[in-house]
């Protein structure tokens, strides 16, 4: 199989410059990847190398990310400024052909993104590939299957519970391993459950970490002081916050989606980012006594984000979609860096079906 090659393009969609990376014909099956949180599309670079050049891909840089514009984010508005910018490039003659309805992979936040996508544009997306998502109901802050905010507020969520030290590292453009809070570390440690998996592409997936834009406007955004524990809760600006329950809730609109393309939810039981006991969670870290003041389970237990995600999928199957979840043993939160075979073979999977 010939090794598909990567360009990248500028390309004027929704208001701002979007730094595109494209590979295969333009008549391909089109594939369009949407990336995590501190990242950038280059960090889909392992997997293109990996695909037939069969695929038409396409994968934008997210604003304030790589090299796409340094654009605020209307935390208000949850994903959906991100879901706009990517919608815009759909009809873009020089990346899709007309009409297109590509398969849709979704990482981490992207998996937010896929799923508000979906749903303001459900007849442009042929299928879903949501690779360690974020929880319909948010990130944080949210105490069951049904999404019930643990606080009014939804205290513990947002800029607030970003950890200081690593911004101001990522902000520096950090590039060593003296700190946990290091973007070298963090990627190592949170990324993967075995650094090993990054291989000879850490550089350049490091690269990527180090492409987001810092600041109240873009990662990690705005915090309010609060009341309840840990006396911070989400403002209305910055990528934190836009990730918040109390701007970010799609379950619902989800489950009613038209048309119900198939889903393939993807994720690893080593995954420490997403996770019914995330060590992101301020809740479950509270549980293990490393931030002091948690007012226990009753009031605020960790937030079951594999099990939201499996009960919204099942409703989603109940409704008439159908639905395929792939748990890969010993795998952390990138799949497709960690398990690269199965990833592929569960994206080819969607492709044929949608070719």
């Not at 604003?63 to 919608?87: C, I, S």
């Not at 590509?102 to 997306?125: F, K, Q």
């Not at 090993?196 to 002081?225: C, I, K, R």
Request: proline share 9%; hydrophobic share 40%.
């Amino acid at each position: 199989m010939p090794r598909m090659e990567t360009g990248q393009q500028l390309v004027s969609a929704n208001g701002i410059t979007q730094a595109v990376r494209v590979a295969g014909p333009p008549d391909g099956v089109p594939v369009l990847l949407i990336h995590g949180n501190c990242s950038s599309a280059a960090f889909w670079e392992p997997l293109v190398r990996r695909l037939p050049d069969t695929l038409r891909v396409v994968a934008p840089d997210l604003r304030g990310y790589g090299y796409t514009d340094t654009a605020p984010v209307d935390a208000t508005r949850g994903l959906t400024d991100f879901a706009d910018d990517v919608a815009a490039l759909l009809d873009e003659p020089s990346l899709f052909p007309p009409a297109a309805r590509p398969v849709v992979v979704g990482h981490s936040l992207g998996g937010g993104v896929a799923m508000r996508l979906l749903v303001d544009h459900p007849d442009r997306v042929a299928a879903l590939l949501l690779a360690a998502p974020v929880s319909p109901y948010g990130y944080g802050g949210t105490r069951d299957l049904t999404g019930t905010p643990t606080t009014p507020d939804f205290a513990g969520t947002g800029a607030g519970t970003a950890n200081q030290e690593f911004v101001k590292r990522l902000a520096a453009g950090d590039r060593g391993a003296d700190s946990q809070a290091s973007p070298r570390n963090v990627l190592r440690a949170a990324y993967v459950a075995d650094p090993a998996s990054l291989g000879e592409d850490e550089e350049l997936l490091l690269d990527t970490l180090l492409t987001t834009a810092t600041g109240d406007d873009n990662y990690p955004g705005t915090a309010v002081d609060s009341a309840n524990w840990p006396g911070t809760a989400p403002g209305r600006r910055g990528v934190l916050n836009a990730l918040s329950p109390a701007y970010f809730r799609v379950a619902d609109e989800l489950v009613a989606v038209a048309g119900k393309p198939p889903i393939t939810w993807i994720h690893g039981d080593a995954d420490v980012i997403v996770s019914d006991t995330s060590l992101f969670d301020l809740a479950h870290l509270g549980s293990l006594g490393v931030v002091p003041g948690w007012p226990g389970t009753q009031e605020c237990p960790a937030q079951p984000m594999v099990g939201q995600t499996r009960a919204v999928l099942e409703r989603y199957a109940a409704a008439g979609g159908a639905y395929r979840e792939v748990l890969l043993t010993g795998c952390g939160h990138s799949p497709h860096l960690e398990r690269p075979a199965e990833f592929v073979a569960e994206l080819l999977r969607l492709t044929e079906g949608a070719a």
